[in-house]
């Protein structure tokens, strides 16, 4: 059996960070490891005195150094961050493999992701600009993007590295102050992204981090009266949750939810180039992935070949502990388990078309799940439907690009959709017509750029992070319109 060795941070991680300084909680959380359920860490059970702390810490830093700092010297201070980020990505890496159960070079990815998205936006921070407004005679107008203020951001546990990136990394470049809170299932990076703040030099307050539950932590900060903005990735029923609480206050919300996210495969579709992608994009990190391709979409006409070639990768899928660096890791939780199970559960015998296998030596105690590929199944079965968040694919067939498009179309959700096509008009429809946040074209997430914009429509949530689209997302316009006569 694959023994995992005890580990150790480094650090103490059942504290707090509020106004630069790490406090200790009055309660604790455990974390375990999903790769054999062995104790992990204990973490902060962050309570709402704890939430209420740390955004009266920022609103401090906003009215103090923090605040008083220019556009330029936050970027250098998070090109920073990003530097110490990508020197420590290994150590990161090792982190984030044992609490998310993440394979090793899949954590290291997310880990360069983290250092790149900070480098991104220190580099953007004093790019952002406002605009003068030709107006009536005897005035200038123009415009002024600041920060909302203090920023909540609620962040799940399957990508923390990145969503921390992208929804932190931004609210800072803009001069927000930040109060983060991390899932209680998978928190260390945030802790040890915390920690690097403070050693390059980030002012008290300007960055504050709230380990604990989402129905208390979370809940608390979702409902502050003092919070300007809240940032929140992560289920359709908990955000729902955050927008009304949000509401209460009449605080703009970001929410990054869920998916169901379509492959779409033509009659002319290079399949050499899509084969990668097809099968990589729907159990990369054990299909826990917003933006996982879990519906593989293919014209009858290529049907057989596709069925053929995913059915192959699906046997030779390897899963095990995250160390060991196989294709997919363990699923977060027992929970998580349980509910992938539970969908599996109800597919017919007949729609298993390939499964892959966990290795003999994979720890009995880990939360292990055999990747599925499902067909057969009609679009609206609730396999081919619900978000599952697992290692699941299903594979729907198309006669016409009309059919096509409405299957593709035919769930709540609306995060990201892929084509494989080589007609540069059906590309150029197409990209129109998916019900998406974002449309890839012969290729499926490319390379996940920090640069790209990122969200949802319908139940997949509002609002853009990524790119420098967030940086409008994570600022105020104001309009100053001077009569000088
Ligand atoms: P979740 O909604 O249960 O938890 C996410 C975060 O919300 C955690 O930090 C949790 O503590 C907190 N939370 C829970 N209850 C809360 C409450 N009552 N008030 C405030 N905060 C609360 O989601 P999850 O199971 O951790 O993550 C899986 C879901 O997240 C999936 O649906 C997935 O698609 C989605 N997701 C979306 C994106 C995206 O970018 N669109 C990225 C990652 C995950």
């Not at 694959?2 to 909680?25: C, H, N, S, V």
């Not at 609306?414 to 129109?432: I, Y």
Request: proline fraction near 5%; charged fraction near 20%; charge should be negative.
């Amino acid at each position: 059996m694959l023994q995992t060795p005890r580990y150790t941070t480094g650090f103490a991680t059942d504290e707090m960070l509020i106004g630069g300084t790490w406090r200790k909680p009055t309660a604790t959380l455990d974390l375990i490891d999903p790769s054999d359920a062995s104790d992990l860490a204990r973490i902060a059970r962050g309570q709402a005195q704890d939430i209420d702390a740390a955004v009266s810490a920022a609103r401090a830093a906003l009215d103090g150094t923090w605040g008083a700092l220019t556009a330029t010297e936050r970027g250098r201070l998070l090109a920073r961050l990003g530097a110490r980020v990508a020197e420590k990505a290994d150590w990161l890496a090792e982190m984030e493999a044992r609490d998310v159960g993440k394979p090793l070079s899949q954590a290291r990815a997310d880990a360069l992701a983290l250092a790149r998205y900070l480098e991104f936006y220190g580099g953007a921070a004093d790019k952002v600009m406002g605009e003068t407004i030709p107006y009536q005679q005897g005035y200038t107008v123009y415009t002024l993007r600041e920060p909302h203020g203090v920023t909540g951001h609620i962040v799940p546990w399957n990508y923390p590295m990145q969503i921390i990136g992208r929804s932190v990394g931004a609210a800072l470049a803009m001069g927000n102050a930040c109060v983060l809170k991390p899932a209680e299932e998978a928190c260390l990076t945030a802790l040890a992204f915390a920690r690097f703040a403070n050693d390059v030099g980030f002012p008290a307050g300007a960055l504050n981090v709230v380990p604990g539950l989402g129905a208390e932590a979370g809940a608390a900060l979702s409902a502050h009266p003092d919070v300007d903005h809240l940032s929140f990735t992560g289920s359709v029923p908990v955000g729902t949750l955050v927008q009304t609480a949000a509401a209460q206050n009449i605080v703009p919300v970001t929410l990054e939810l869920g998916g169901k996210s379509p492959q779409i495969v033509f009659e002319d579709a290079d399949l050499d180039r899509a084969m990668p992608f097809l099968v990589n994009a729907g159990i990369q990190n054990a299909g826990q992935t917003c933006s996982a391709a879990s519906r593989i979409l293919v014209h009858t006409s290529r049907m057989a070949e596709v069925q053929a070639a995913t059915t192959a990768a699906y046997q030779a899928l390897r899963v095990g502990p995250a160390r060991a660096d196989l294709h997919v890791g363990p699923v977060i939780s027992a929970r998580q388990k349980e509910i992938i199970e539970g969908f599996l559960a109800d597919a017919p015998e007949t729609s298993v078309l390939a499964r892959g296998e966990v290795v003999e030596d994979a720890p009995g105690s880990g939360h292990y799940v055999r990747p599925t590929l499902l067909g057969g199944l009609a679009p609206d079965h609730p396999l081919a439907r619900d978000e599952i968040f697992g290692p699941v694919q299903v594979i729907l067939p198309f006669e016409t690009e009309e059919d096509a498009v409405r299957i593709a179309n035919s769930t709540d959700y609306g995060l990201v959709a892929g084509l494989w096509t080589e007609n540069g008009a059906r590309q150029m429809r197409l990209a129109k017509r998916l019900r998406a946040g974002q449309v890839f074209v012969n290729n499926y997430g490319a390379g996940g750029g920090v640069e790209l914009p990122f969200g949802g429509v319908g139940k997949s949530g509002h609002g853009r992070e990524k790119g420098f689209e967030a940086l409008y997302g994570f600022s105020q316009l104001k309009t100053v319109a001077t009569h000088h006569g």
